[in-house]
């Protein structure tokens, strides 16, 4: 976790590996393998920016290995449910 | 994510970190925090929620509606070796019982501390009895328990 300061680019969440920058310098075009998440094999590891007590933050999946994590995607902040 | 907000304690008692993502920038998290669900759970949100603007986490977790442009709603447990051990993904109208998350953990957490010895049958919640797989149980399940007494 490290604090950033929220400037007007918006960082966004993005998989752990991917988009890496060539030796050439040029963004390498990711592998157009979705990896899907399933029961039983290792959870894809992400790195997010976050909005966390008053800060904007971020996070990375494999720092919480050694805790129970419960994930929880939903469609929208301001919906109704 | 009020409703997660309000179990907190719960899932800090059992261990469990939280983090929610959506589509939504981490300025609108700050304002949905403060201007609704702050006065929902009767506290600040106690965890992170992250954004996921073009939906670059949900694909490879399988939640991410094109069509749409938002997740839908995925919940997953996963374990302290970074293993996924359940998921649950819904429609957006219908909203989850987090008490049914709770349940799961407890239960994936008694079979983790019991090195698999127990499993944890339909229904089970903690303190119901569980099963010990091996020879004997092999269609001896009946008599150990019943879907009347135990679920």
Sequence with gaps: MSEKTGGCARPTGAVVGENLIAENGELSKKETTVVTAKVGTKAPDFEAPTYYKGEFTSIKLSDYLGKWVLLCFYPGDFTFV | ?151
């Excluded at chain 2, 409703?3 to 609108?28: K, M």
């Excluded at chain 2, 939906?55 to 919940?75: F, P, Q, S």
């Excluded at chain 2, 303190?127 to 019943?146: A, C, F, H, M, R």
């Design chain 2, 1 to 151: 994510m009020s409703a997660v907000a309000a179990n907190y304690d719960t899932l800090q008692s059992l261990g469990v970190e939280v983090i929610s993502v959506s589509v939504d920038s981490q300025f609108v998290h700050k304002v949905w925090n403060d201007q609704e669900l702050s006065k929902m759970a009767k506290k600040d949100i106690p965890f992170h929620m992250a954004t996921d603007g073009p939906g670059n986490v949900g694909k490879i977790y399988g939640v991410y509606d094109e069509a749409a442009g938002v997740e839908l709603r995925g919940r997953f447990i996963i374990d302290p070796d970074g293993v996924i051990q359940a998921m649950e993904v819904m429609t957006p109208p219908v909203g989850r019982k987090m008490s049914e998350a709770i349940r799961q953990i407890y239960a994936f957490q008694h079979v983790r501390k019991t090195k698999g010895a127990e499993v944890c049958p339909a229904g089970w919640s903690p303190g119901k009895k569980t099963l010990k797989p091996g020879p004997e149980l092999v269609g001896t399940v009946w008599k150990e328990w019943s879907p009347f007494e135990n679920h």
